[in-house]
């Protein structure tokens, strides 16, 4: 399973971006992918998450009402729609695949290489 994340870049606050992951291949543990975000000094959290099948998705509370997170039916792309961003956004952005939901980024087997999203006030 190969991912490759982009889409990441400067806003500000209020403003939005859109995050793409483009997924290649295929594997029995990738039921579910993640979103999750890295900041400077920071650990890893989770962002957000979509399964594969019913497209159920779940938020981390920063960004619920804010972030949407959205896939193709052909399994091979998923989305973060950013909108109302804050600067505390501000951060490595990280799509994963994982076999079941999990806020906890070691539960992912597969990552793609970040894309920084950086947002000024």
């Known amino acids: 399973v190969q991912l490759q994340a982009s889409g990441g870049g400067l806003a500000q606050a209020g403003g939005s971006l859109r995050l793409s992951c483009a997924v290649s291949?295929?594997?029995?543990?990738?039921?579910?992918m993640g979103w999750f975000r890295q900041a400077l000094g920071k650990e890893r959290e989770f962002v957000a998450s979509i399964t594969w099948g019913a497209g159920s998705t779940n938020y981390a509370d920063s960004v619920k009402g804010r972030f949407a997170i959205s896939r193709t039916l052909a399994w091979n792309t998923v989305w973060l729609q950013m909108n109302g961003l804050k600067p505390e956004d501000t951060a490595v952005y990280y799509c994963?695949?994982?076999?079941?939901?999990?806020?906890?980024?070691?539960?992912?087997?597969?990552w793609g290489q970040g894309t920084q999203v950086t947002v000024s006030s």
């Open positions: 994963a695949t994982g076999a079941s939901v999990s806020h906890y980024f070691r539960d992912y087997d597969y």
């Open positions: 291949g295929r594997a029995s543990r990738t039921d579910v």
